[in-house]
């Protein structure tokens, strides 16, 4: 036989009821809370791991351009660019081929347009015997913003014509001796952080903002070097960092690891340079 519950009865009932269940959801409650604090100290340790592994492998941050930000790899050094020659001074000497930003390394008879910033640094490279030797890398920002800024002045030049213009003078026989790159014959372009470069490079981090790079190392028959070429469009403006280095680098140094870093905390305009003009601002009442 049934029996009603009186009202105090049943309010005792739901009110223990209530309790139980606002405890069990305060239990889950803090649970969510230390696996969401779990999650971020875990993320922020990845993280600060990360920007150890950059510093081990990069230099300090560089301005060579306005707008551009760049750090490249140790050991490359700043090839510093010729002296201008102050008024009423007498010329400076010109610079060792080998010392010239602006001449291809390895190839100093021939002179790169659009050249931000060249880096040279010494290596050791494997030799025959027990002992290490050294060589010598190179590295070029090269970029159309120059094409750019003379386009102000000159609307025939095409900013836009710089990559292929720079792709022949790379594939001239005095320079790579390779076969060019046309529209019905591409060069074999990978894309970073594709399945194709997963063995190389790998993605880039999620850490930095994300851009579409892509390369190409150059073939080279019979020389002790080897090439890569790095390129990136961000709207109008065109980027390329080349990288040249002995073959027999000594692999610890994981030259294509740092460039991937560089590459990743490369920081480039979104718009060319525009012309400045010499007239006064207008204030602005607000």
């Known amino acids: 036989m049934s029996r009603k519950l009186n009202s105090e009865q049943s309010f005792k009932l739901n009110h223990r009821v209530l309790l139980a269940g606002f405890a069990s959801l305060t239990l889950v409650a ?51 660019p010729p002296t201008p020659t102050a008024e009423g001074k007498p010329a400076e000497p010109p610079l060792p081929p ?20 060249s880096w040279k640094a010494t290596v050791r490279v494997e030799t025959s015997g027990s002992d290490w030797g050294e060589g010598v890398a190179y590295l070029h920002l ?69 851009k579409a790079v892509e390369y190409i190392e150059i073939p080279l028959e019979n020389r002790p070097i080897n090439v890569a ?17 002995p073959r027999n680098i000594d692999p610890s140094l994981r030259l294509e690891s740092r460039i991937k870093h560089t590459l990743e905390w490369l920081k480039v305009p979104s718009q060319p340079p525009q012309k400045k003009t010499n007239k006064p601002a207008t204030p602005s009442l607000f």
């Open 98 to 117: 080998s010392e010239d930003p602006n001449r291809l390394g390895h190839h100093s008879n021939i002179e790169l347009e659009g050249v931000i910033a």
């Open 142 to 210: 090269l970029s159309n913003l120059s094409r750019w800024e003379a386009k102000q002045s000159d609307i025939d030049i095409d900013p836009l014509r710089y990559f292929p213009d720079l792709i022949n003078v790379l594939a001239s026989r005095d320079a790579f001796s390779v076969v060019t790159e046309t529209t019905d014959a591409p060069w074999p372009w990978t894309r970073i952080g594709s399945k194709d470069d997963e063995s190389r490079h790998g993605a880039l981090s999620r850490y930095v903002a994300k």
């Open 30 to 80: 803090a649970g969510c809370g230390a696996d969401i604090y779990e999650s971020r100290l875990l993320e922020t340790k990845a993280y600060f791991e990360y920007l150890e592994k950059v510093n081990s492998a990069l230099n300090p941050k560089e301005t060579p351009f306005e707008g551009i930000e760049i750090r490249v790899p140790k050991p490359f050094v700043l090839l510093q």
């Open 229 to 245: 070429f790095y390129k990136l469009d961000v709207k109008d403006v065109q980027i390329g960092l080349l990288l040249i280095y």
